[in-house]
């Protein structure tokens, strides 16, 4: 089970890849 700070860290990975 993912922790809410890991989901957090996939999603600012996302972000940072949509973004760029």
């Known amino acids: 089970m993912l922790s ?11 972000v940072l890849t949509l973004a760029d």
Do not use: D, F, K
């Open 4 to 14: 809410l700070l890991e989901l957090l860290a996939q999603r600012g990975v996302a």
